[in-house]
């Protein structure tokens, strides 16, 4: 994972510590290779069950694409103000479905010149959104496309992380200091899955060249080793339909471009998981941007809230 310049302007402080938000998979990944590399990490964790096998080793075990051994952490920790409490990036790790009520706990806690980023985002600006509501002071935020591992826990204390993502899209808010645009019609060229999942590292020639969702997937050496949910009551519904295909639906209102495919999607997932994906989901207005035209969205992105 990089925290380079080529997403961040340049600081006088630079980043050594960093509060993760998250003990999840995604979250002991990510602190075992940062804190291998030498950073100052903090693992913030809300289920006590999660973080006492890391409180009692203050260690994090890890097997896989990063060979085999341990990452001392500086603190493991279920109080989130303890953990952001001067640190120069807070990462969110955590499922997106827990962005909302994470950026309304962490509004009050954020200090000037903080970094917040989430790693993935896929929530837009959810979490800018909900932190300026919630009365909190946000500098520069950032998100990536995607965690930075295909990873998984064998152990409560011990993550596998069976590849690592060779190439990862980040964006920042407010744009200045970036490229600001949205997607389609308001701006951005989307590269196909088959090619980013390929430069990634995480599919094959074959799966590449298949040109689908499926041949992707089924040529993806790490996602074999992950096994299919057993209930349709999973984040794979409750997670990728309302924060992805219902944002997706959303801002091509905003675009005056029609998405059928991803209507009917959601509404066939919405019957058969007996969830209003609709209404729970990613709404333009839960980001902030309900009623905006395409020109005012691209100038909130460039330039911030006013």
Not at 245 to 263: C, D, F, K, S, W
Request: glycine letters at 10%.
């Amino acid at each position: 994972m990089a925290l380079a310049s080529e997403w961040c302007p340049p600081m006088a402080t630079p980043i050594e510590t960093i509060a993760i938000i998250g003990a999840g998979n995604g979250g002991c990944a990510t602190a075992a290779q940062l804190a291998q590399r030498g950073f100052d990490i903090r693992l913030y964790g809300r289920s006590r069950a999660t973080i006492e096998p890391l409180l009692a080793i203050g260690r994090i075990e890890y097997e896989g694409e990063l060979g085999e051994g341990f990452a001392k952490l500086a603190l493991v920790t279920g109080d989130a103000g303890t953990a952001v409490a001067g640190a120069h990036l807070v990462l969110i790790t955590a499922p997106t479905h827990a962005h909302e009520d994470i950026a309304r706990m962490l509004a009050p806690l954020l200090e000037p010149g903080q970094i917040v980023m989430a790693a993935p985002g896929h929530t837009l600006l959810l979490i800018p959104s909900t932190i300026r509501a919630a009365g909190g002071t946000l500098g520069l935020y950032c998100d990536s496309s995607s965690l930075p591992f295909i990873c998984r826990k064998s152990a409560p204390q011990r993550v596998k992380i069976t590849r690592a993502a060779q190439i990862l899209y980040f964006a920042a808010f407010p744009g200045v200091a970036v490229e600001a645009s949205v997607a389609a019609a308001l701006g951005v060229a989307v590269e196909p899955l088959p090619r980013f999942f390929f430069r990634m590292g995480y599919t094959s020639a074959a799966g590449r060249d298949s040109g689908t969702a499926y041949g992707v997937f089924h040529n993806s050496e790490p996602n074999r080793r992950i096994r299919a949910p057993a209930s349709i009551d999973h984040r794979f519904f409750n997670e990728d339909v309302p924060y992805g295909l219902v944002a997706i639906a959303e801002l091509g209102r905003a675009a005056g471009v029609p998405t059928p495919a991803a209507g009917a999607v959601i509404d066939i997932a919405s019957i058969v998981a007996a969830r209003p994906f609709r209404r729970e989901g990613l709404t333009r207005e839960r980001m902030g941007i309900g009623g905006m035209t395409p020109a005012e969205i691209a100038a909130l992105l460039c330039s911030g809230w006013s």
